[in-house]
């Protein structure tokens, strides 16, 4: 295995693998220039560089002396291990930029989603050691986060992210390889048994909201939200849809083949079923080249875009938000109730039909169901 394909192997930070003074990489692209001494910034001791793809990088030194500064900074030159919480930081960003890419070999955002809950953390305890971590201190990240006012499905998901942090840190050397076992072991928010509110994020969208949208959001962003009604895909196999990746040979059926998708680096493949109603709304696009969803501009849409747009409907149309995400789970719902459970488990690319589980609101088919029940048993 090269270095790259071995997710536990050790990262030495720095830019020692590159040459003392230069920044270290994480793919291919232009050389890293040197990194410089860092300087007072805004209250904190700082230093900037090109990093080796091209981008400009930012690192913290700490707020304390210039003699503490410049200590950190040469041993972060140096390519030193990590050894408290804040110095993991960079080397666990650059793990997971390369460990998270796509089969193309481009970044996904996985790694910006994993450093959204390892920065609390580290706010939190960037001092401390990395052998002295515990279980205490994945408990009381978990408190913080409830007082932070986080509902509880995003403070469970904050929490299996740290996880992933711990396994990385484990078997990279930096913390005792037990300290896994033991977070996995913090139980996750329930229903009722917790302060922190239940914001319904893994709720279906209503029908009558996304119509309301709808009628609110310009005709390009309608035209995505209908696709994915009537496809049930994830937002970003659509927005990544080129024309090259649509057989149109079959009158009936067209199938979408998707290079970029949740499970692409397993070696899976995606085929989405364009029917009819997907038809009418693809067949004007599909002359020349590139992408098939644009926005008004003629840039390609981004998932974020996506989401604010609809945000912004909401506003209008005077009610509750919903995500993209949410209208793939009420397209599923929907195919669920026509098709049942290995349908929607089929349009929705799982590998088994218990993932579909956590997708669908079968609460309305079992209402209907116990009704049935009920009026024939009298």
Not at 43 to 49: L, M
Not at 243 to 257: A, F, I
Request: hydrophobic fraction near 40%; glycine fraction near 10%.
């Amino acid at each position: 295995m090269t270095r790259m394909e071995t997710p536990g192997a050790p990262q030495r930070r720095g830019a020692h693998a590159l040459g003392v003074g230069r920044a270290p990489g994480c793919g291919p692209g232009p050389s890293p220039g040197p990194i410089p001494e860092p300087r007072m910034q805004g209250g904190r001791w700082r230093s900037s560089w090109i990093d080796q793809d091209g981008r400009r990088r930012f690192k913290s030194f700490g707020s304390g002396t210039n003699e503490d500064a410049m200590s950190r900074w040469r041993r972060f030159v140096a390519g030193a291990a990590p050894t408290t919480v804040a110095e993991s930081l960079d080397p666990f960003r650059e793990w997971a930029r390369i460990w998270y890419r796509r089969p193309d070999g481009t970044r996904s955002g996985e790694a910006a989603a994993l450093m959204s809950a390892v920065r609390p953390f580290a706010d939190l305890f960037g001092a401390a050691k990395l052998p002295g971590l515990n279980v205490s201190h994945l408990e009381r990240y978990q408190t913080e986060l409830v007082r932070r006012g986080l509902s509880r499905l995003s403070v469970n998901a904050y929490v299996h992210k740290m996880r992933r942090w711990c396994a990385w840190a484990g078997r990279a050397g930096h913390v005792d390889p037990s300290l896994s076992v033991a977070w996995s072991l913090v139980p996750t928010l329930r229903a009722g048994r917790t302060v922190a509110p239940d914001a319904g994020r893994g709720e279906a969208a209503r029908p009558g909201d996304v119509e309301a949208v709808r009628r609110a959001i310009g005709s390009w962003w309608r035209r995505l939200i209908d696709l994915q009604l009537a496809t049930g895909a994830r937002p970003g196999e659509l927005i990544a849809m080129r024309r090259d990746d649509v057989d149109v040979s079959n009158p009936k059926v067209w199938w979408y083949t998707a290079e970029s998708h949740k499970t692409a680096h397993r070696g899976r493949e995606r085929a989405i079923a364009l029917g009819p109603r997907a038809f009418a709304i693809l067949a004007p696009l599909m002359d020349g080249d590139g992408a098939l969803l644009v926005d008004e501009s003629g840039w390609r849409i981004r998932i974020q875009t996506y989401r604010r747009r609809i945000k912004s409907a909401a506003r209008m149309a005077s009610v509750p938000p919903w995500t993209p995400y949410q209208l793939r789970r009420l397209a599923l719902t929907q195919i669920e109730a026509d098709f049942g459970r290995v349908g929607s488990a089929l349009v929705a690319g799982h590998s088994s039909p218990g993932v579909t589980e956590h997708y669908v609101d079968r609460r309305q088919a079992d209402r209907d169901r116990l009704a049935t029940i009920a009026a024939r048993l009298g």
